[in-house]
């Protein structure tokens, strides 16, 4: 049950005016995802820096979000969501001027980390203002348009952030595609006080402890992934990543004993009642690693192996992001309904077989010449993905009871951001590992960043068919539960 505030009697009247708010503060945030992993080879190149840098860019945005998610949602609970959702967009607009104004690397990393945070306020919002909002027929259609615009921002942000850059407007280089996000901000912002307020009619309970421990025990896993650099992992970073390991345990026992005590843990302890759900959080984490790894490696493989622009690289994904946002739409009218979770397994073999044929247009390619079939390639990924995605999130919240659905589904879309994390880490450091050996045996850049993302599509392929095995788990034997939850969060938060 909700509380809903109507301070104003006019603030229904403008539901349609509030949701295209709403749904551009979503687009905003997968925006600024992707438009800075295609600039982040020309924003290091300014800035300096370390190779890893290139990696925190992305992954300084990506592990705050991930890890605040559930927290955010819940002070949107307390406090009310439309109060939370400005905040959150207040300090996402002051975030990205900032990115934009940094004079080093290591300032920028740290204002990412600020626009993360912020994401994690915006986004587990918007759903519940919508329902504020909205009844019957009219919130179907509601959150029926928030697929479309992601799927519209999938495809966008690549080619935007290229063409910013590539644009050099008033000699900003990289700096627009983080003020392209001010105007955007204070569009929402004069719509909020037009949303109706909203919060849980029972006020839930911040668990500090548990979102301090998740945070503690993922930074330790993943910092020494993207430090190690082209040295590889050393003693302290296995350390680190071991104390990581330790900590994130910690947080699991935490959490059964917050809810033994009648705690309100990050997460609900009876979703683990089976296998399916665990399955599902692995096999998100796996998925979505080989997803926003490989996008990073192929931009930075096009601007530094290639040397060709940032336009080139933003377009080389374009086919990628054209085949996810059609096979998603596809997928989700036609071929969820009639042949359900099955739907999964194609998805991956499809995307499985775009891996390897790009493997094969690496290996075929001349240094320094444009592999072209690498776009039917990775457009093959792209369909693969979409054609995953949607009965993925769908089977994931199958078996979920409907008080569970909230906690599922922040769950799932944590693991998610989190998933994005591990793969920039991982992927990316192969990457630039074997591209420095490559290099010190003399067979030039264009060759050893050829063999260097070969290898790393080899182990995103390795990757996936896991993510195959765990997604088998998912699909147990017993009868869903009586009422199907609601899909409150069955797209992901981004792409």
């Not at 705690?263 to 302890?269: A, N, S």
Request: aromatic residues 8%; proline residues 5%.
């Amino acid at each position: 049950m909700e509380i809903r505030e109507e301070t104003a009697g006019a603030a229904y009247r403008f539901r349609w005016l509030a949701l295209a708010a709403l749904l551009v503060a979503e687009a905003m945030n997968l925006l600024d995802a992707t438009i800075v992993q295609v600039a982040a080879p020309v924003i290091h190149t300014d800035l300096g820096g370390g190779e890893a840098d290139i990696q925190w860019f992305s992954a300084a945005y990506t592990l705050p979000f991930a890890m605040l998610l559930v927290t955010g949602g819940r002070l949107g609970d307390m406090v009310g969501r439309r109060r939370v959702f400005a905040v959150g967009v207040v300090g996402f607009a002051l975030a990205s001027l900032s990115c934009a104004l940094v004079p080093g690397a290591g300032a920028l990393i740290v204002a990412r980390a600020v626009q993360g945070t912020a994401a994690a306020l915006i986004i587990p919002q918007t759903i519940g203002l919508i329902r504020g909002m909205f009844d019957g027929a009219e919130l179907a259609k509601a959150m029926g348009s928030i697929g479309p615009v992601m799927g519209l921002a999938a495809i966008c942000g690549p080619v935007l952030g290229a063409v910013l850059t590539h644009a050099d407007l008033f000699g900003s280089s990289w700096r627009s595609v983080f003020l392209v996000n001010v105007p955007l901000a204070a569009l929402v912002l004069a719509v909020v006080p037009r949303m109706r307020e909203d919060r849980a009619a029972a006020r839930p309970r911040l668990d500090l402890l548990g979102t301090a421990l998740a945070i503690a025990g993922s930074g330790l896993v993943v910092h020494p992934l993207i430090q190690s650099g082209t040295a590889g992992v050393r003693a302290g970073g296995w350390a680190e990543m071991g104390a990581g390991a330790v900590v994130l345990v910690a947080f699991g026992l935490q959490q059964r004993y917050a809810a033994r005590r009648g705690g309100q843990p990050l997460v609900e302890p009876s979703l683990f009642r089976d296998r399916g759900f665990p399955a599902a959080l692995a096999t998100s984490t796996l998925f979505f690693a080989v997803m926003n790894g490989l996008m990073l490696v192929v931009v930075v493989q096009v601007q530094v192996g290639l040397g060709d622009d940032v336009l080139t690289a933003g377009l080389t994904l374009l086919p990628w992001s054209c085949g996810m946002a059609i096979s998603s739409w596809i997928s989700g009218t036609r071929l969820v309904p009639r042949y359900g979770s099955r739907m999964m397994f194609v998805g991956l073999a499809v995307m499985l077989a775009g891996l390897l044929a790009a493997v094969a247009v690496y290996a075929g390619a001349r240094p320094g010449a444009y592999p072209w079939a690498l776009l039917g390639a990775l457009g093959l990924c792209g369909i693969g993905n979409g054609l995953f995605t949607v009965p993925f999130f769908t089977t994931a919240l199958t078996r979920v009871r409907p008080h569970e659905t909230g906690s599922a589904a922040g769950l799932l879309n944590a693991v998610q951001q989190f998933g994005g994390t591990l793969g920039t880490a991982l992927l990316g450091t192969v990457f630039f590992r074997s591209l420095a050996t490559g290099s010190r045996t003399g067979g030039g850049p264009g060759a050893a960043s050829l063999h260097a993302v070969g290898l790393t599509f080899w182990l995103a392929a390795g990757l996936l068919v896991a993510a195959a095995v765990t997604a088998a788990l998912m699909r147990t034997r017993e009868a869903p539960p009586e009422r199907e939850p609601e899909n409150r969060s069955a797209a992901p938060a981004h792409g």
